[in-house]
C-alpha cells in the first residue's frame, strides 16, 4: 500500500506468516545441544560410532530396533548415551531405548496413513 509521501507502507504479517517466522527462528534444538553437549572426550566409546548402518538407531520396523537394541546392549557408554537423549528430546534409538521427543516409547510407529478398517 502507498502512503500520501509515495512510500510504499510495509503490509502487516498475519498470524500464519508470523507462525512460519516463528518456526524458522525456532532455536530450541541449538540450545538444548548447547545446554546438553555430546562429549568429545576420545575415550567415551560410542558403541555406534562407526557403525555399517546408523540408520538403524532410527528404526522404521521391529527388526531395525532389535538390531539397534543388541549394538546397544554391549555399549559402554550407553548410560551417558540415555542420559543424553532424555535431556535432549531426542528421537530414536539412545542408550538402548527407544525415544520420542525424549520420552520412551514401547514400538515402533508405522509412517504414513493408518491402516482401514473394515466396517
Ligand atoms: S547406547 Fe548410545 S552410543 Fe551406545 S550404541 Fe547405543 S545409541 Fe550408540
Not at 525456532?26 to 560410542?46: I, S
Not at 527388526?63 to 555399549?75: H, I, K, N, R
Request: glycine fraction near 10%; include cysteine.
Amino acid at each position: 500500500m502507498e502512503t500520501m509521501n509515495g512510500r510504499m507502507r510495509p503490509s502487516t504479517a498475519t498470524s500464519q506468516e508470523i507462525r512460519a517466522l516463528e518456526n524458522i527462528l525456532n532455536t530450541k534444538g541449538v540450545t538444548v545441544a548447547y545446554e546438553h553437549p555430546t562429549p568429545r572426550d576420545p575415550d567415551v566409546g560410542w558403541g555406534c560410532a562407526d557403525h555399517a548402518t546408523p540408520e538403524i538407531f532410527d528404526p522404521d520396523d521391529d527388526d531395525m530396533l532389535a538390531e539397534a537394541l543388541s549394538v546397544c546392549g554391549g555399549c559402554a557408554a550407553r548410560l551417558l548415551c540415555l542420559d543424553l537423549g532424555l535431556r535432549r528430546a531426542e528421537w530414536g534409538v539412545w542408550g538402548g531405548v527407544l525415544l520420542e521427543d525424549g520420552k520412551p516409547i514401547e514400538k515402533v510407529k508405522r509412517r504414513g496413513r493408518p491402516r482401514k478398517v473394515a466396517a
